[in-house]
């Protein structure tokens, strides 16, 4: 069974402490991992698609990182604005996607 | 503004009540998909329609109705429902079924509250 956790569940950071949310999951022919950011009130909205170990992709002041294991997404000096919600999936195969709890960032000014 | 519409932003409902949860999609995508969004649980997949033909259904309860009139428009008809279903119901569209891409617009979600 395809399973995916994130950690932390949540983070707390100070404007401009840059850390580090992890993906880790178990899959049976990884076709893509993918982030979303999902702010209160919304829907989740796409931020990375990563498909094989050794990718990066960049966003403003996020890298998402992937290996045959986890995926890390990188946030650098983050800001206030970046507190929100991160989800992780992933795709095996033709099958739909499977998503984990998330991690809430919450970065204070 | 994701291009996905759902109305009602939110509702509340007995247990005896018959309502429905529109979406509407203006992206010209033909994969129009149901989650379920519980507090502490991951995104939970309800349906999925390709190209107006149901293609997945997770085991839901029969007291969840979908319907796809259109590649545009999708419908989650709910009926008798229990407090353990109030959730965030998020409504997705993709250019293509969910086998092909993983790459998602959601709307904003209606918030179901069940008494």
């Known amino acids: 069974e395809d399973q995916v956790t994130q950690s932390p569940e949540a983070l707390r950071l100070q404007e401009g402490e840059s850390s580090s949310l992890n993906c880790s999951y178990t899959v049976s022919g990884l076709r893509g991992l993918f982030w979303y950011r999902q702010d209160p009130g919304k829907g989740p909205e796409f931020l990375f698609t990563l498909y094989s170990a050794g990718e990066e992709k960049e966003k403003e002041r996020l890298k998402a990182t992937l290996t045959k294991k986890e995926s890390f997404l990188h946030i650098t000096a983050p800001k206030p604005e970046d507190s929100a919600t991160y989800l992780c999936a992933v795709q095996a195969g033709n099958t739909p996607l499977v998503f984990g709890k998330g991690t809430r960032l919450s970065v204070i000014a | 503004e994701t291009g996905v519409t759902q109305t009602p932003r939110h509702l509340v409902m007995g247990m005896t009540n018959k309502k429905s949860l529109k979406c509407e999609q203006h992206?010209?995508?033909?994969?129009m998909y149901w989650y379920k969004q519980s507090a502490k649980k991951p995104l939970e997949l309800m349906f999925v329609?390709?190209?107006?033909?149901?293609?997945e259904n997770n085991s839901v309860p029969s007291r969840f109705s979908p319907e796809c009139p259109n590649s545009s428009h999708l419908f989650l008809h709910l009926h008798t429902l229990q407090p353990e279903d109030s959730a965030l119901y998020l409504c997705a569209s993709s250019p293509r079924s969910s086998g092909n891409t993983g790459e998602l617009f959601f709307g904003e979600g209606s918030r179901l509250t069940v008494l």
């Open positions: 992206l010209g995508h033909n994969a």
């Open positions: 329609y390709s190209l107006e033909e149901r293609v």
